[in-house]
């Protein structure tokens, strides 16, 4: 989820708030239809989540495999009634307290996760579809690489019949439901690639024998 222009308390704290002024501003994320429309007020998760975990689980998956204590900008929770309000809100009426794994605040670069939607095993994945794809890839690489690597995402879907690639290249785009917008089909491929892939074992964050981890 993005929203922007977050502000401050009602009595004036200078505080994380997650409000937002209208709901055209809200992104779907990870375990929905990866819909975002400026001009539609609905979120438009998308139904059903496997086995859940714990807050502490997801904690620890992520910890063991970064090998590192969690960045300040990221946050476990354990479900939906611990988002911020409008967030809330808005999931339940969509339907959707039991769908949303993943939530991104793009105005202050804050990543949620929700632990009760996330399977064991999958808190990497959601990880990297949020924070490694929404929150940082296009700001490294730019609109045209994104581009380009959303077309060579989709040539191995077409082209890579046995290998991996091909088949986890098929498996994001299949994720991709036809009513996504055309300006951000891409960046939701991308991100369901990643988080495939994470969840198949590539792309293990721990530095290698020898490395050292930059923080």
């Known amino acids: 989820v993005r ?10 704290r200078s505080v994380d708030s997650w409000l937002v002024f209208r709901p055209e501003q809200v992104k779907s994320a990870i375990g929905n239809n990866g819909n975002f429309d400026p001009n539609n007020p609905n ?8 086995p859940s975990s714990t807050a502490l689980q997801v904690k620890a998956e992520v910890i063991g495999a970064t090998g590192r204590p969690l960045n300040r ?4 929770v354990q479900s939906v009634d611990e988002l911020p309000e409008f967030a ?11 769908d949303m794994q993943g939530a991104y605040f793009s105005d202050t670069g804050d990543v949620f996760l929700i632990a009760d939607n996330i399977a064991p095993g999958e808190a990497m994945a959601t990880l990297m579809h949020e924070a490694g794809v929404h929150k940082g890839l296009r700001g490294l690489i730019g609109d045209a690489g994104m581009k380009t690597l ?8 077409t082209i890579v019949r ?3 690639h091909g088949e986890l ?3 994001a785009l299949s994720r991709i439901p036809s009513d996504t917008s055309a300006a951000h089909q891409d960046e939701e491929l991308i991100a369901y690639f ?3 892939a994470v969840k198949a074992g590539h792309g293990d964050p721990r530095p290698r024998s020898g490395e050292t981890a930059v923080s």
């Not at 809330?88 to 039991?98: N, Y």
């Not at 077309?151 to 879907?157: H, S, V």
């Open 194 to 196: 990643v988080a495939e």
């Open 150 to 157: 959303a077309n060579q995402i989709r040539a191995w879907a």
């Open 169 to 171: 290249a098929r498996l």
């Open 162 to 164: 046995k290998g991996e």
């Open 88 to 98: 809330r809100e808005e999931v339940r009426q969509a339907g959707a307290e039991h």
């Open 3 to 12: 929203l922007k222009e977050p502000k401050d308390d009602d009595i004036g």
């Open 43 to 50: 979120i438009l998760l998308s139904k059903g989540v496997g």
């Open 73 to 76: 900008a990221i946050h476990v």
